[in-house]
């Protein structure tokens, strides 16, 4: 993927630092960066500390956009989260929607997303929600992702995750990254991985985030890092400290990071819990249609189904608000309104 990748001489200022970094004076003042390989040798990682998940899935842009002719097309499932396609037609490439969620099951439509893979254009980005699909909350199973893995592999396409909620589905972020390891460690697909930390930090308008790549060879990384630091210092010169030093404080003690573990699991749990209890007020009121979507679906979204029209007397005359769509954010529901929000569905529905 990353052939035509030159390689840039560092800016003055940040050689300056590296030098800073070979110093052994106890006297020496701060900063660095550099590239590292994982125990096994491979892959090796590009990482660069971006503008949260947006500012990732932009860098990403701009790095594909300056590696690859022609300009590769970007496949984005629909529906997304809406900011993708302006992220990347911004930027010129050609964005094409696939079908990955079919209302009439309210599920994730598999076939088409197999059938979108197996006939696009090699050479092609496909940006894929690494977990907790924004906003169906319809997730591939693991013998899915298995599947899918195997069709990159076998059409050369470029999997870009976007990561804006690990640890959102099972309150582990292991679990939730089971698809980027999956692609990158066991089937040894080159990608590149989008990482928010505003979510799962509640560091929304600190901009926490990072684009990681990880590449085939040695070279290409070296390559590609150098790329986005140029890249990086032309649009921000250097991202905002605050956020990123609170996210590695946690990070890197045992017990902050213990204590975030932990508070992933408090949310994920209560999201689950009221999911669980909005599908049990719609079933027990006896709401027409089924609900078991609701409880399928993970994450912090989820699609209702409903239509426009009950969407809007929902929220004209019951005063609750959703997207037209009626996706609604779960994390909205708490144990005070849920009965209402439940109550309310049931009767617009049975009207
Ligand atoms: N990807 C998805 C799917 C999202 O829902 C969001 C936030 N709504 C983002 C990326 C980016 O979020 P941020 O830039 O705030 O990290």
């Avoid at 800016?11 to 030098?19: G, P, V």
């Avoid at 300009?71 to 629909?78: A, F, H, Q, S, T």
């Avoid at 640890?167 to 990254?177: K, P």
């Amino acid at each position: 993927w990353f052939d035509r990748a030159r390689f840039i001489p560092p800016d003055a200022i940040f050689a300056l630092t590296a030098q800073y970094l070979a110093d052994p004076s106890p006297r020496k003042v701060n900063l660095g960066q550099g590239t590292y390989r994982d125990e096994n040798g491979s892959p090796w990682l590009a990482t660069c500390q971006s503008l949260s998940g947006t500012g990732a899935l932009h860098l990403a842009g701009l790095l594909l956009r300056a590696c690859k002719t022609p300009l590769p097309k970007i496949y984005i499932p629909e529906p997304t989260w809406s900011n993708h396609h302006q992220v990347f037609s911004s930027l010129g490439f050609q964005c094409e929607s696939f079908r990955y969620y079919s209302p009439e099951t309210r599920d994730l439509d598999i076939d088409s997303y197999y059938a979108t893979l197996k006939s696009a254009e090699p050479n092609s980005v496909v940006i894929i929600h690494a977990c907790a699909q924004n906003p169906t909350g319809c997730d591939p199973s693991k013998e899915q992702w298995r599947e899918l893995a195997r069709l990159f592999k076998e059409r050369q396409l470029f999997p870009l995750f976007d990561a804006a909620y690990l640890g959102f589905n099972s309150g582990n972020v292991d679990s939730d990254a089971f698809a980027i390891r999956l692609f990158i460690e066991e089937t040894g697909l080159e990608a590149g991985v989008c990482l928010s930390f505003a979510k799962n930090m509640g560091l929304y308008g600190e901009r926490v985030g990072c684009f990681l790549l990880a590449t085939n060879t040695e070279q290409a990384a070296i390559k590609t890092q150098s790329m986005l630091e140029m890249l990086q210092r032309s649009e921000v010169s250097n991202p905002p400290a605050y956020g990123a030093k609170i996210a590695s404080t946690i990070l890197s003690s045992t017990t902050l990071r213990q204590a975030w573990y932990d508070d992933l699991i408090t949310m994920s749990n209560r999201i689950r819990s009221m999911r669980m209890a909005l599908y049990d007020k719609l079933v027990s009121t006896g709401t027409p249609g089924s609900w078991e979507h609701l409880i399928r679906q993970s994450g912090m979204f989820g699609f209702l189904g409903l239509s426009p029209s009950i969407v809007l007397t929902l929220r004209e005359h019951y005063h609750i608000y959703m997207a037209d769509n009626s996706r609604i954010s779960i994390a909205g529901l708490n144990e005070d309104n849920v009965e209402y929000v439940g109550q309310s569905i049931a009767e617009c529905l049975k009207q």
